[in-house]
């Protein structure tokens, strides 16, 4: 079992940065999959970033060119530098790692970002 801790959201403009961590601890950190998801309010959960690997990383087309996620295997953490923040990018950020043999999920608890002016 894996336990998640996420951290770096808050409040900022159009247009600004922010970048999220999140830290693994429980288990053997290269057995996972790591991803970034986020939530808005009425919306269904969505897949922000994929990390599989160092190598392998996969983005939602929404944030393509402006987010840059990393995983650092020796830290067991995963973060994720958000540039040229939209509106649109409201919403609970959550960290999970999925185990790469029996496919089970694990969640961090979330962390706020709202962007508006």
């Known amino acids: 079992q894996v336990q998640l801790v996420e951290s770096g959201g808050g409040l900022v403009q159009p247009g600004g940065s922010l970048r999220l961590s999140c830290v693994a601890s429980?288990?053997?950190?290269?057995?996972?999959?790591m991803g970034w998801y986020r939530q808005a309010p009425g919306k269904q959960r969505e897949l922000v970033a994929r990390i599989p690997s160092l190598e392998s990383i996969n983005y939602a087309d929404s944030v393509k060119g402006r987010f840059t996620a990393s995983r650092d295997n020796g830290k067991n953490t995963v973060d994720l530098q958000m540039n040229n923040l939209k509106p649109e990018d409201t919403a609970v950020y959550y960290c999970n790692a999925r185990n790469r043999y029996n496919s089970i999920n694990y969640w961090g608890r979330g962390t706020q970002v709202t962007v508006s002016s």
């Open positions: 429980g288990s053997i950190f290269s057995l996972y999959t």
